[in-house]
């Protein structure tokens, strides 16, 4: 069965440091997304990406964070200078259609900055 | 925006009963509406949705209900299975463009043999 894969699984930086997260979406899927989950609350919706251009972002999702599909198969979330507060679960998403099909997460990367 | 609120936070049942989980959303224009089951370690998976066509469907063991209206939809899991233990949220979207999913804070199921 196709799946969404993340890497790293976990990352350990200090704060300011920039951090790339990466991800696979399903091969023929359109739209790409990230959520961020910290620990104990609920998943939030960051940004959404379709047809190599943002289609739409959160509050959370400031000047910090950056998305970018680099080649024909990765999907990269980066945070230039990261805080304490980006400490969390970072999941990928990707869906064929918009997120009213199903949204195939991956099984995330937990970031922790320290 | 839309503002998704889940009850109970945690649910504790025996094997074999019946478990229960409700969703309140805000924005009537929502009309997708899936539950994720998410294990630990391991990111959401899509268990079953509905949208705003219907008021119920079944798949197996799992039921959801939706009551536009009162804007509540539930999640109704019967013959409960040790299996069945992990973190369940509901979300809910709009069929257009580009929406997002807002998700509920989850619900910690715990299933005792």
């Known amino acids: 069965e196709p799946e969404v894969t993340q890497t790293p699984s976990h990352q350990v930086t200090q704060m300011g440091q920039e951090v790339i997260l990466r991800c696979v979406p399903i091969?023929?899927?359109?739209?790409f997304y990230w959520y961020r989950q910290i620990l104990g609350q609920k998943v939030e919706f960051l940004v959404s990406?379709?047809?190599?251009?943002?289609?739409?972002k959160s509050e959370i999702f400031d000047d910090q964070f950056s998305v970018e599909r680099p080649d024909g198969s990765n999907f990269t979330l980066k945070i230039r200078s990261t805080k304490l507060e980006d400490s969390a679960m970072y999941f990928c998403?990707?869906?064929?259609?918009?997120?009213?099909?199903?949204?195939?997460f991956g099984q995330g990367t937990r970031l922790t900055v320290v | 925006g839309e503002n998704v609120e889940q009850h109970p936070s945690t649910l504790s049942v025996q094997e074999g009963d019946s478990a229960v989980i409700k969703c309140t959303y805000s924005?009537?224009?929502?009309?997708?509406f899936p539950w994720y089951k998410q294990e630990l370690g391991k990111g959401p998976q899509l268990i079953i949705d509905?949208?705003?066509?219907?008021g119920e469907k079944k798949d197996q063991r799992i039921a959801v209900t939706l009551n536009k209206t009162a804007k509540h939809f539930s999640l109704h899991i019967t013959e409960t299975q040790p299996e069945d233990s992990a973190v369940y949220f509901c979300a809910a979207s709009r069929i257009s463009g580009y929406s997002t999913l807002t998700f509920g804070k989850g619900t910690m199921l715990l299933v005792s043999p």
């Open positions: 998403a990707s869906s064929f259609q918009d997120s009213t099909t199903e949204a195939f």
């Open positions: 509905i949208r705003s066509n219907v």
């Open positions: 091969s023929n899927h359109l739209y």
């Open positions: 990406f379709y047809n190599n251009e943002i289609s739409e």
């Open positions: 924005d009537s224009a929502s009309n997708y």
